[in-house]
């Protein structure tokens, strides 16, 4: 049987944005606050249309997860989520031209407005069912069962990301405490941290993802339970775990988010290479500091290109995670001065990255041509090799754009970067006969030095 909707009569004269409402702790129903300025801060239409429509129809529906969040703390939504208590079919007959269900492990429905505009509409979800073969093992296979708010609520991860807006009577429910946790710049998981981290081990890294980006602190026993699970990343889903990757990735906080990773001991499971390759956070041998303080550097000057509006595409993130380890061992192994082994060496290290996280053909190619072309850089002028060619070659902008977080991490080879860019854009402005003209050159080279000599 459904659980009451929650108490949403009609809002008393309060006009700051966290009022209390009248009925704020009265009972132990959710805390509603009246939140007119934060209503007001919604800028989307579609999302809004998509309450309007599915509450005439007599469903509930609210703004929910992180768009709530951010406009708490002053941030601009990524996208506005809607949850309801309508089913996706239904939902679906509500927006009958423009609306699909997608997903099989979480179904929910996408409202499209444009080509632009998605609203992802999902249905409130219950206590998700852990596997059934083994009552030990919480880890979640199916998120499909539909619930009340207040259920829906307490599935999510996190407290803060467990608040529901109403734009309509601009008020918000509470069923979790992540208002006041939202306060005291806190992230907490919602219920047991230990039950709810090893239900979904990839809520480790999105602690340390909104942790490091909101600046909050996490309460101590959800970092607890987050080390003593840590381990568990290994069985999660090698996509998801890549994707949290990358998002830490291209945080702008990705410095801390790495040593959030490595003090929790989650680096050692989802990228054991470089994780051995940086050494423990507080015993490490000498070599390892080195190592770890040049890639602290490299993140640094990630961080920093990040809040100037750069976004590393995938294949530079992960060159950027395995560019040491790749010298390194090319070092150890004497092969740094021969391009051909240097290359065979990249597709070794590419090659178990790709095992361990599923990437794409397309994306480890990239990668391993990215990290190999680091050299080519550093290449005098040889008489067979056409700069500017390289210049137009399909990696050499991500390729660069590595040689280029570099040089900023290492603070020299400043001016080679230089070079290269001003040879880029001369390249670009090469008319395309001339460009055909030093292709033909380079393929007669080709030609004339594969004839076999004569005796
Ligand atoms: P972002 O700004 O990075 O998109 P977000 O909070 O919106 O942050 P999403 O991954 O878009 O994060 O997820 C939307 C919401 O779904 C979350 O706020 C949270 O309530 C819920 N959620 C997402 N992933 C999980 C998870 N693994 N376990 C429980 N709840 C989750
Ligand atoms: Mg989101």
């Given at each position: 049987m459904p659980a009451p909707a929650p108490d949403l009569r009609p809002a008393p004269d309060h006009h700051s944005?966290?009022?209390?409402?009248?009925?704020?702790?009265?009972?132990?129903?959710?805390?509603?606050?009246?939140?007119p300025d934060i209503a007001r801060r919604v800028r989307d239409e579609n999302a809004q249309r998509v309450i309007s429509r599915l509450a005439r129809n007599g469903h509930?529906?609210?703004?929910?997860?992180?768009?709530v969040r951010d406009l708490l703390v002053g941030r601009r939504p990524k996208d506005y989520d809607v949850a309801t208590s309508a089913t996706p079919r239904q939902v679906r007959r509500l927006f009958p031209r423009n609306s699909h269900i997608i997903g099989r492990r979480f179904r929910l429905v996408h409202v499209h407005y444009g080509h632009e505009s998605i609203i992802e509409t999902a249905t409130f979800r219950s206590e998700p069912q852990a596997r059934e073969d083994n009552d030990e093992d919480l880890l979640i296979v199916e998120d499909n069962v539909f619930g009340t708010a207040a259920e829906?609520?307490?599935?999510?991860?996190?407290?803060?990301?467990?608040?529901?807006?109403?734009?309509?009577?601009?008020?918000i429910i509470d069923f979790v405490g992540g208002l006041e946790d939202l306060d005291s710049r806190l992230l907490r998981t919602i219920g047991a941290p230990l039950v709810?981290?090893?239900?979904?081990p990839v809520r480790i890294l999105r602690a340390i993802k909104f942790a490091t980006r909101l600046d909050f602190h996490i309460e101590d026993a959800t970092w607890d339970a987050m080390c003593a699970t840590a381990p568990d990343l290994a069985r999660s889903a090698p996509p998801r775990v890549l994707e949290e990757i990358l998002?830490?990735?291209?945080?702008?906080?990705a410095l801390g988010a790495f040593?959030?990773?490595?003090?929790?001991?989650?680096?050692?499971p989802i990228l054991p290479d470089l994780d051995a390759h940086l050494g423990p956070l507080d015993h490490a041998d000498d070599a390892q500091r080195e190592r770890a303080e040049e890639f602290d550097r490299l993140l640094e000057a990630l961080d920093s290109d990040v809040h100037t509006g750069y976004e590393p595409t995938t294949p530079v993130c992960l060159a950027l995670l395995y560019h040491g380890i790749v010298e390194r061992d090319a070092t150890e192994r004497g092969?740094?001065?021969?391009?051909?082994?240097?290359?065979?060496?990249?597709?070794?290290?590419?090659?178990?990255?790709?095992?361990?996280t599923r990437l794409s053909r397309r994306h480890s190619g990239r990668t391993r041509r990215i990290l190999v072309q680091q050299g080519t850089f550093l290449r005098g002028s040889s008489r067979h090799f056409r700069p500017r060619l390289f210049c137009l070659s399909e990696d050499f902008p991500e390729a660069l754009e590595l040689f280029r977080l570099r040089a900023a991490a290492q603070g020299r080879g400043w001016d080679i970067y230089e070079g290269w860019a001003e040879r880029y854009r001369e390249a670009l402005a090469m008319?395309?006969?001339?460009?055909?003209?030093?292709?033909?050159?380079?393929?007669r080279r080709g030609r004339r030095r594969r004839r076999p000599r004569k005796s």
């Amino acid at each position: 049987m459904p659980a009451p909707a929650p108490d949403l009569r009609p809002a008393p004269d309060h006009h700051s944005a966290l009022a209390p409402h009248p009925d704020d702790g009265a009972h132990d129903g959710p805390r509603i606050i009246d939140a007119p300025d934060i209503a007001r801060r919604v800028r989307d239409e579609n999302a809004q249309r998509v309450i309007s429509r599915l509450a005439r129809n007599g469903h509930e529906a609210y703004l929910v997860g992180g768009c709530v969040r951010d406009l708490l703390v002053g941030r601009r939504p990524k996208d506005y989520d809607v949850a309801t208590s309508a089913t996706p079919r239904q939902v679906r007959r509500l927006f009958p031209r423009n609306s699909h269900i997608i997903g099989r492990r979480f179904r929910l429905v996408h409202v499209h407005y444009g080509h632009e505009s998605i609203i992802e509409t999902a249905t409130f979800r219950s206590e998700p069912q852990a596997r059934e073969d083994n009552d030990e093992d919480l880890l979640i296979v199916e998120d499909n069962v539909f619930g009340t708010a207040a259920e829906d609520a307490r599935r999510r991860d996190f407290t803060v990301n467990g608040l529901f807006l109403d734009p309509n009577s601009e008020r918000i429910i509470d069923f979790v405490g992540g208002l006041e946790d939202l306060d005291s710049r806190l992230l907490r998981t919602i219920g047991a941290p230990l039950v709810r981290m090893q239900e979904d081990p990839v809520r480790i890294l999105r602690a340390i993802k909104f942790a490091t980006r909101l600046d909050f602190h996490i309460e101590d026993a959800t970092w607890d339970a987050m080390c003593a699970t840590a381990p568990d990343l290994a069985r999660s889903a090698p996509p998801r775990v890549l994707e949290e990757i990358l998002r830490l990735l291209r945080s702008g906080t990705a410095l801390g988010a790495f040593r959030k990773l490595r003090r929790c001991g989650a680096l050692q499971p989802i990228l054991p290479d470089l994780d051995a390759h940086l050494g423990p956070l507080d015993h490490a041998d000498d070599a390892q500091r080195e190592r770890a303080e040049e890639f602290d550097r490299l993140l640094e000057a990630l961080d920093s290109d990040v809040h100037t509006g750069y976004e590393p595409t995938t294949p530079v993130c992960l060159a950027l995670l395995y560019h040491g380890i790749v010298e390194r061992d090319a070092t150890e192994r004497g092969l740094e001065d021969s391009m051909a082994d240097y290359a065979q060496l990249t597709g070794e290290h590419i090659d178990a990255l790709c095992e361990q996280t599923r990437l794409s053909r397309r994306h480890s190619g990239r990668t391993r041509r990215i990290l190999v072309q680091q050299g080519t850089f550093l290449r005098g002028s040889s008489r067979h090799f056409r700069p500017r060619l390289f210049c137009l070659s399909e990696d050499f902008p991500e390729a660069l754009e590595l040689f280029r977080l570099r040089a900023a991490a290492q603070g020299r080879g400043w001016d080679i970067y230089e070079g290269w860019a001003e040879r880029y854009r001369e390249a670009l402005a090469m008319p395309a006969e001339e460009i055909e003209a030093e292709r033909r050159r380079g393929r007669r080279r080709g030609r004339r030095r594969r004839r076999p000599r004569k005796s």
